[in-house]
């Protein structure tokens, strides 16, 4: 799933939100948006202006109110959506600057936001008004808001909510579900243990060799590739940067989704996967850094091997959160406050880190040192910067040792905190920088 890529769905059946998420209700007066929120959502997960107009003034009537029930309202909706909570603003929400400003919110805490547009039929809106007795609103007002409603339902779908749901019919509005959907990567279900293997690229031999070394017993077809490895107890995880520069991107790729779709391993997007999707969905991309040898080798496989590897990169998550939340891999890491959360923000470190926008004197990028400075309670596996052997800092293990560069391919056997590697075979492709500088160096100034 692509991070805040919104759709529009006109007269769903069933809403999908994200469980962690900000849910923008929007409709003129009667549209029911207080009757559809008390009916799918808890009271503590809406927050309403009018409840705040009444708070600060002793009447929700009071338009005079409303600038002081927003300032609280937006500091309600802060201080849930820090804590990762849904939360549902139950408001008109019908202009751009008030939602701007709530999305805002949602988008500093690296969270997604969903509109709900409440679009019952002119007819029945002025009825309602006439019937309302908690609630005097002229004919005018109507038309002034029903306007706004307009200029508002012409412009959802770009301004970057994750779904838009326009709700028309009032019997959908009767009959539609809400489904929470948590954050794909929110797996703190599965235990383990696990074996974190680093950047692979490609190098399908070294691979097979570290699965077999870690106890897995490989799978193959009748042409005699793997097709899959199975542990009786293990599961493996892999921590992105499948293809690439290697001899056989095609063959760790069928090994790979073999263990993903068995149930023997999850993978999470590397920037090298993320470039390949983008390319094979036919987007603009630099073929440098090997790709364009991976697209060669994919190219003499057949069409629905390659979709099936397009389905696999387009599915990859960012990180995943295991074992009771104590284990997260990303595959550049992740700093704590980016745990969970869900936003192009979070992606683009989890998949390409954070980089000072300077280059060292190798022409590569000098990278923040997000390690050196994390304090979380949770213990971050990664890959993406090759080194010549891996080095905990501070509950922290980078376990890429530069197989396709003719260092190592490794794996962190968790919990248990052992590391197993196996030798490349050769130089596959040769490093821009030697494997015994590590980069942290660089970044930091210091060793
Ligand atoms: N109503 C209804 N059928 C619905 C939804 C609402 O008959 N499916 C009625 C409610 O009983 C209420 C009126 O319509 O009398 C307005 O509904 P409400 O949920 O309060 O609308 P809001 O959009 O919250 O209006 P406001 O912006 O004024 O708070
Ligand atoms: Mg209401």
Known sequence: MNADQGKTTDTPRVLEIPAASLVLLIGVSGAGKSTFAARHFRPTQVVSSDHYRAVVSDDENDQSATDDAFTILHAVVDRRLQRGLLTVVDATNLHTHARVALRRIARRHNLPSVAIAL?????????RARERSDRALSAKAIDRQLTDLQHALDRLGQEGFRAVYVLRDPATVDTVTVRLVPFPGYRSELRGPFDII???????????????????????????????????????VFVGDLVD?????????????GMVADGDALCVAGNHEDRLRRALQG?????????????????????????????????????YILDGG????????????????????????????????????????????????????????????????????????????????????????YPER?????????????????????RWTVADGRA
């Open 326 to 413: 104590k284990l997260v891999v990303a595959h550049a890491g992740l700093p704590e406050k980016y745990h969970g959360r869900d936003s192009k923000r979070v992606r683009a470190f989890a998949l390409y880190g954070e980089t000072t926008g300077e280059v060292d004197e190798y022409g590569l990028p000098v990278r923040l040192p997000w390690a050196r400075n994390y304090r979380g309670q949770a213990t971050v596996v990664y890959g993406h910067v090759p080194a010549a052997d891996v080095e905990w800092r501070n509950n922290t293990l980078c376990v890429d040792t530069g197989c396709v560069f003719g260092g190592r391919l490794t794996a962190l056997r």
């Open 283 to 319: 987007r603009r991309v630099q073929v440098s850094h090997g790709l364009r040898e991976t697209l060669q080798q994919l190219a003499a496989e057949p069409e629905a091997f390659q979709a099936r590897v397009r389905a696999f990169c387009a599915d990859l998550v960012s990180h």
């Open 245 to 257: 520069r290697g001899p056989d991107s095609p063959g760790v790729l069928r090994l790979v989704m």
């Open 198 to 236: 680093g950047d692979v690229h490609g190098c399908r031999l070294e691979l097979e060799a570290l699965l077999h070394q870690l106890g897995y017993q490989l799978v193959r077809d009748e042409h005699g590739r793997a097709v899959g490895a199975h542990h009786v107890e293990r599961t493996a």
């Open 418 to 438: 052992e590391i197993v590697s196996v030798p490349a075979e050769r130089v596959w492709f040769p490093p821009t920088r030697p494997l015994s500088t590590p």
């Open 119 to 127: 679009v019952p039929p002119v007819d029945v809106i002025r009825q």
